[in-house]
């Protein structure tokens, strides 16, 4: 009797089971009969086992006019990158390389010397006796030297586009910094300048020292600027330092367009990106149009758009060199603000949402004790984790 007590209701669900499946089958047979066709799909009117008997285009103008119909037509299966390309024609388009020429070795070549050396290395039998022993010591400054020729250009690119920093400055551009820029605020290696290196905006307070190879009598223009800082535009920017005519490496030797500025993000902002972008002269260029007047103490004559710069002298300049920090807010910006901008200083607060309390429930069941806190009447509202 128990067996057959468990039985029955075995059976019914199965029946039950086999009766709602029928009808969910009907049911979405009747929604396929509903649906209309989205028509005929490409060349499907092509009789593809005789092919003779297609009418022949004769000349490629008349097959270039008929695929033109045919691309032009509305038809239902076109697809999604059409609609994007004539949404945005600048989509998938390929950016421009505006940079030096680069020349990146083969691998086979690199493997080639690299295996080359492991084999003088473990012949060297003073270098596995220093290994043995554990006194072996690796320069530094040969390792950064050996990488500034070799990757660096193409390291830097990769960090450049990782925080946006072509395609703020040149928007549908790039270059692989060929010459390397060595930028330090102090005369540790604090204050060095590293790609995307956090520094306070007081330890930047003043021009830092910047060395670079250059060839003797090639000419450079030098440029400090900042695309997160505008505080009325935001694809505008403020020029800090700019410098052209150098002649080879001597900064202090260049014609100073406008003198240098201290970082000031305003309060609240987070952190700003500062570029410096050095540009290789084919020669001697006449900067009149863009020269500040000293001091330029004006956000408004600091106003600057570095690809409107590149495009009025892109005939005589060439980016070869790129390095960049991050500042944040700390007192020195007041300081920055009132007596150097002689302006008052913004401060951006984050407005806190007010929070979001469901209604509440007579008889709450698996709430924690402090249910009742957030229903509580009372200007102190209390947040936390319920």
Same mark, same amino acid.
């Given at each position: 009797?128990? /067996? ?19 009808? !969910? ?21 092509? %009789?593809?086992?005789?092919? *003779?008997?297609? @009418? ?21 299966? +076109? ?23 680069? &020349?990146? #070795? ?12 492991? =084999? %003088?290395?473990? +012949? ?8 043995? /022993?554990?006194?072996? +010591? ?24 990782? &925080?946006?920093?072509?395609? %703020? ?38 021009? $830092? ?5 250059? *060839? ?8 400090? !600027?900042? $695309? ?6 935001? *694809? ?30 305003? +309060? ?19 900067? =009149? ?9 004006? /956000?408004? %004559? ?7 710069? &590149? ?6 300049? @060439? ?26 200083? #913004? ?10 309390? #469901? ?7 698996? =709430?924690?004790?402090?249910? /009742? ?9 209390? &947040?936390?984790?319920?």
């Amino acid at each position: 009797m128990a /067996l057959r007590w468990f039985s029955v209701p075995a059976l019914r669900s199965v029946t039950d089971l086999g009766v709602s499946n029928a009808r !969910t089958i009907i049911t979405t047979a009747l929604l396929c009969r509903r649906v209309p066709k989205l028509g005929p799909m490409p060349n499907e009117e092509i %009789d593809v086992e005789n092919l *003779e008997s297609l @009418t022949k285009y004769r000349s490629y103008t008349r097959y270039l006019k008929q695929a033109e119909e045919a691309n032009n037509k509305p038809v239902w299966w +076109k697809t999604y990158r059409g609609y994007v390309l004539k949404a945005n024609p600048e989509h998938g388009v390929e950016r421009v390389d505006i940079g030096l020429p680069h &020349y990146q #070795p083969r691998r086979t070549k690199t493997v080639r010397e690299r295996k080359k050396e492991m =084999q %003088d290395n473990k +012949k060297n039998i003073d270098l596995e006796r220093a290994c043995r /022993l554990r006194t072996f +010591k690796i320069q530094l400054d040969q390792v950064q030297e050996i990488w500034e020729k070799t990757s660096s250009p193409f390291d830097i690119k990769r960090l450049a586009d990782h &925080y946006g920093v072509f395609r %703020d400055l040149f928007p549908m551009a790039y270059f692989h910094p060929q010459v390397a820029l060595h930028i330090c605020y102090s005369q540790d290696d604090g204050g060095q300048v590293y790609c995307g290196k956090q520094l306070t905006p007081n330890e930047a307070a003043s021009a $830092p020292q910047i060395s670079f190879d250059a *060839e003797e009598g090639s000419l450079w223009t030098l440029l400090l !600027t900042c $695309p997160d800082e505008h505080l009325q535009d935001n *694809e505008a920017e403020y020029v800090h330092w700019l410098v052209g005519n150098m002649p080879g490496g001597a900064v202090q030797a260049g014609e100073e367009l406008c003198h240098y500025l201290p970082p000031f993000p305003a +309060k609240g902002t987070g952190f700003h990106r500062y570029v410096y972008v050095l540009f290789k002269q084919e020669g001697p260029i006449d900067f =009149q149009e863009d020269i500040r007047p000293s001091p330029c103490h004006s /956000l408004v %004559d600091r106003t600057f758009k570095t690809v409107d710069f &590149y495009k009025k002298h892109q005939d005589h300049l @060439t980016p070869a060199g790129l390095a960049f920090f991050q500042c944040q807010w700390d007192e020195s910006v007041t300081n920055t603000f009132h007596n150097t901008l002689n302006m008052k200083e #913004p401060v951006f607060e984050f407005i806190r949402p007010p929070v979001y309390h #469901p209604p509440q429930v007579k008889y709450p069941h698996g =709430q924690p004790l402090r249910y /009742l806190d957030r229903y509580r009447e009372g200007q102190k509202v209390t &947040y936390g984790i319920y």
